[in-house]
Structure formats: structure tokens, C-alpha cells
């Protein structure tokens, strides 16, 4: 009997069951030499407690005291390496160690089965994915120690949160500078010495345009820089439909309103592994950001277990180090896409590490930045609408307790595992995200309107950036300042509450409501409470 043909003694991987995912299909095994690589989470050395985000702590003071321990460390890479698979990357930091080996190793030392799989109704020259159902299991030796296993399946994981209408379709539309204004942004800031991260997930962004969009602004280009993550790339593809829109949006809004701030973006693979690796390398990287901003999601329900845990975890990194994180709420409404005629949230807004951030539709007189009309975005079936509700999987956090989060729509437990206790409500804030009163952005050689949440995660960044500047202090988890104990049916200060509309299962009210959250930003005001 060869090595490879010995039995391993495996235990379950908890948290790491992957139903069958509808939208694709197997089509047979994957060659036996194919190479394949994951992203292995490693346990902490210490629970992080509530108290670490207080003050921030620097990367080597989180490293030492909540990272992976030396032993552990140790551990994994003796005994997968005793297994022919390869250790590539170590960051015990952040907890992740990067394996490799052929395909046939590596689903014997996780204890499942690879598949080619495509999408369903693609045609010939479409992409090919791996994919696996059911648990993973991992070396006794390993266990406790190994918490995720990510990145084995690669079928896409997120979308992004933004949406087109057709031109005809558009109501009005502002610059990011015109919004800046209706929002009240702090005078006398503009992001200097501040750093934004956006995480992409696909697409790219062309200097060209990006120099024509900002000198149409009358603002000169900001100091934009790309890292790859896991193989990924500033790879704009020429289609301003697709993932380029996306990126286009996210930087030229983040741009037009913290000028002076660097931008960097971070592009990974859309998969589990690629998403968490490159929000833990923007928050581990130097200098710290001020602001991460994610316009990519899923429902909650498109998740393992196992990689929500280390997704938000990951954000409680982020947030230690003086991270604050900013996450679209999603562009479905309240069934978050999911078609079970129940509420879902979209993650990672839903994790309580992130500022989760809804839209609005808004009517405005841009020369003055009088508000006519701000509403919920909901433009009907198939038009789009603002994420929002209850998370069936993140409890309730204590600075939510008193604002009114139902524990689920209409009252009814949201995913039917908390026996109506009730959950971490989303959104937080919000800002305009209807494309038919959207965001002027430039893509692929095109001037164009786009909206979503997507747009709302980097506006809400540039605020931070520049907020912190201002402060002179890294925000991190803003939350707790942002509620700051205020009670239901109250509006919380620095902010203007939105009332009216909703967005399916939600209904906007007076304070926080599942639909807008605490509402649109009053930037001066804000900056004068914090």
C-alpha cells in the first residue's frame, strides 16, 4: 500500500458544510495533478475581548497577544507538509497559512471531493470552477487548531452591490463633490495623511479615465495604487456593465471625496479565500487605513459557517487595529435575492464588525444642497432596492439594544434560529444609492449614472477618512459612538433620519429602522458629537 493510499486519520471540520448551491452544475473530476490552493484559518491565541476596540492596537501588539501561536504554526505546517501538501504563505497575525498541492492530496487531507463545475445554461469557452458539497474534515493532529479550510470550492462568491439603469430612467444624478454637500462633509478636510483600502473582486480601473474623470471634477487625481491578492490584478475587461463599474465607482467616489487620501485597491479572487485574504491584507498593511470599503456581498445564507466566522473575525482585526470597515447593505430589498419569500441580510454587512450601509433615493437642489426629498430606495420588482433586516446568525450587539431591532419581519423570528431573540439589525447608515438619482462616474471611456449600496461603502469611507483626520484618531468600530445609547424612535445625533418608504418586509419610522438604519449622514454635526 503507497502512502497516498494509507488511511489518514480525519476528524469534521465544524462549520463547514456546503449545501448544493443552485446556478451550477458538476461536470466530472478534476485531473489528478491539478494544483490547487486554500486559505487555512488558524485559532486564536487568545479570545479578543470587547475592550480591544477601545483603544487601537498596533499589528505586532495584535499579533502577539490574538494572533496564531508559534506552536500552532508549527503544528500545521509539520503535519500537512508530512502529507505532501505545501505550505506557501504564512501570516500568523492575521491567523492564515497558505497551502497547495495536487488536487488528489489535497481533497484526501481535507476529506472531500473536487468537481469541475460551471455555471448552468453557460455556454462553450465559459468559466470552470471547482466545487464540493457536504463537510470538511482535517487531521486529527489539527483539530481545534484549524478553524476554516476556504478557497477549496472557487465558484464566485459575492456580487457586486451596484445597479444601471437605462439612460432615459434617470431622474437626476450628482457628483460625489455635489453629494459632499448635501451630506454636509466637514470643511477644512480632505483625507490628507489618511489611507482608503477598496476590496475588488474582479474588473479594474484605467489611469486614463480616472485622470479625465478628475480633472472634469476640477480636482486633481488622487494617489490610487493596486495590489494583488492570491493571483489577482487590476484587470479591466472593457465591459462598463460588468465588474469595471464596480471598481470605477468605487474609487471615483471615495476620490471625489477624500482627495488627498491614498487609495489603495486590493483585487482578489472571488471566492471565500480570495475575499477574506484581501480584507486581512488591507487591514494588516502599512500604513493602517483609516477605512476598508466593500461593495461585494452575498446573502448570509451563501456563506459556510466556518467562512462567516472567519470573515468576522477578520473585521474584529480590522477593527482592533483602528480599521473602520464599511459594507453595502445589498441591492435586493429584503429578500436579499434569495427566493424563499423570507428576509435575509447580505453579509458582510450583517457581521456587527462592519458599518453596514444602506440607500436612499434623493431629490435635491445641488447648487445649495437643499434636501426636496429623501426617501427609501425601493424601486420595485426587479429595480432594485436597499438591503435591510435582522441577521439570523449574529446576535443582537449591545449597542443595538435599545433602538428597536425587531427580531424579524413583522415581528417573526428571522431565520428561525434564535426563538425570537432577535438579531444584529441591518443597515447602520445610508446615503443615496438609487441609480435613477445616482452617482456621475466615468468607466471604460464612458460617462455613466450607476447607484446601489455599492456606492454608498466608499462614500461612507471618504466621511471616515476625513473624519479622522479631523479627530486625529483612528475611528475603528464606530458603532458604539454612533448609537451612543440612543433609544428607539429617537434620531441619533450627526444624523438626518429618513421616514418614509420601505423595502419589502421593512418600513422606515422615526430612528433606527431596518431599511435606512440611523439614516444619512450631517457630516459637520457628526464630526462635532465624535
Not at 484581501?278 to 452575498?298: F, M, R, Y
Request: hydrophobic share 40%; aromatic share 6%.
Amino acid at each position: 500500500m503507497t502512502d497516498a493510499e494509507q488511511p489518514l486519520d480525519l476528524v469534521p471540520l465544524p462549520g463547514s458544510e456546503r449545501p448544493e448551491r443552485p446556478g451550477f452544475h458538476a461536470h466530472g473530476g478534476l485531473a489528478p495533478d491539478t494544483r490547487v490552493d486554500a486559505t487555512l484559518v488558524l485559532r486564536r491565541r487568545a479570545e479578543l475581548p470587547e475592550s480591544a476596540f477601545a483603544e487601537p492596537l498596533s499589528r505586532d501588539e495584535l499579533a502577539e497577544r490574538y494572533g496564531a501561536s508559534p506552536d500552532d504554526v508549527e503544528l500545521v505546517r509539520r503535519t500537512l507538509e508530512g502529507l505532501g501538501v505545501s505550505i506557501d504563505e504564512v501570516d500568523a497575525g492575521a491567523r492564515r497559512i497558505r497551502v497547495s498541492g495536487p488536487v488528489q492530496t489535497v481533497a484526501r487531507v481535507f476529506g472531500t471531493d473536487l468537481a469541475q463545475s460551471s455555471a448552468e445554461g453557460a455556454g462553450e469557452g465559459a468559466a470552470v470552477y471547482r466545487q464540493r458539497t457536504g463537510g470538511l474534515s482535517i487531521p486529527a493532529a489539527l483539530a481545534g487548531v484549524v478553524t476554516a479550510v476556504l478557497g477549496l470550492d472557487d465558484r464566485p462568491q459575492a456580487r457586486a452591490q451596484y445597479r444601471y439603469v437605462p439612460a432615459a430612467a434617470v431622474n437626476t444624478s450628482y457628483t460625489p463633490p455635489q453629494l459632499g454637500t448635501v451630506y454636509s462633509f466637514p470643511d477644512g478636510t480632505d483625507g490628507s495623511g489618511q489611507t482608503i483600502a477598496i476590496i475588488e473582486l474582479g474588473g479594474g480601473y484605467v489611469q486614463k479615465d480616472l485622470d479625465t474623470y478628475f480633472a472634469g471634477l476640477g480636482i486633481p487625481t488622487p494617489s490610487v495604487r493596486a495590489v494583488g491578492v492570491d493571483g489577482g490584478s487590476n484587470a479591466p475587461d472593457g465591459n462598463p456593465n460588468g465588474a469595471d463599474g464596480e471598481v470605477m465607482l468605487d474609487i471615483e467616489v471615495a476620490g471625489a471625496l477624500a482627495p488627498k487620501a491614498e487609495i489603495v485597491v486590493y483585487f482578489a479572487p472571488n471566492t471565500d479565500a480570495g475575499f477574506l485574504d484581501a480584507v486581512t491584507t488591507a487591514a494588516h498593511a502599512e500604513p493602517t487605513p483609516a477605512a476598508i470599503s466593500i461593495s461585494w456581498g452575498q446573502s448570509e445564507d451563501g456563506w459556510t459557517a466556518q467562512a462567516r466566522t472567519a470573515f468576522d473575525q477578520a473585521l474584529q482585526d480590522a477593527a482592533a487595529l483602528g480599521v473602520t470597515t464599511t459594507a453595502a447593505a445589498g441591492d435586493d430589498g429584503s429578500s436579499d435575492r434569495v427566493g424563499d419569500g423570507r428576509p435575509h441580510v447580505d453579509f458582510p454587512a450583517s457581521s456587527p464588525h462592519a458599518l453596514a450601509c444602506g440607500g436612499t433615493r434623493l431629490e435635491a437642489d445641488v447648487s445649495t444642497g437643499t434636501v426636496r426629498s429623501e426617501v427609501v430606495w425601493n424601486n420595485g420588482t426587479g429595480g432594485g432596492a436597499t438591503g435591510g433586516g435582522v441577521s439570523a446568525v449574529f446576535p443582537l450587539p449591545s449597542w443595538q439594544a435599545g433602538v428597536g431591532v425587531p427580531s424579524g419581519a413583522d415581528g417573526t423570528d428571522a431565520g428561525g434560529t434564535r426563538n425570537g431573540a432577535g438579531g444584529r439589525g441591518v443597515p447602520d447608515v445610508s446615503a443615496v444609492a438609487d441609480p435613477q438619482t445616482g452617482y456621475r462616474i466615468r468607466v471604460d471611456g464612458q460617462d455613466t449614472v450607476i447607484g446601489g449600496t455599492s456606492a454608498v461603502a466608499p462614500l461612507w469611507a471618504a466621511l471616515v477618512a476625513r473624519l479622522a483626520q479631523s479627530t486625529g484618531t483612528p475611528l475603528g468600530l464606530l458603532q458604539p459612538r454612533l448609537y451612543d445609547a440612543v433609544p428607539a424612535g429617537q434620531v441619533a445625533d450627526g444624523f438626518r433620519d429618513i421616514t418614509t418608504g420601505d423595502n419589502g418586509a421593512y418600513r422606515a419610522t422615526a430612528g433606527w429602522d431596518a431599511c435606512t438604519g440611523l439614516g444619512v449622514p450631517d457630516g459637520a454635526r457628526l464630526l462635532t458629537s465624535l
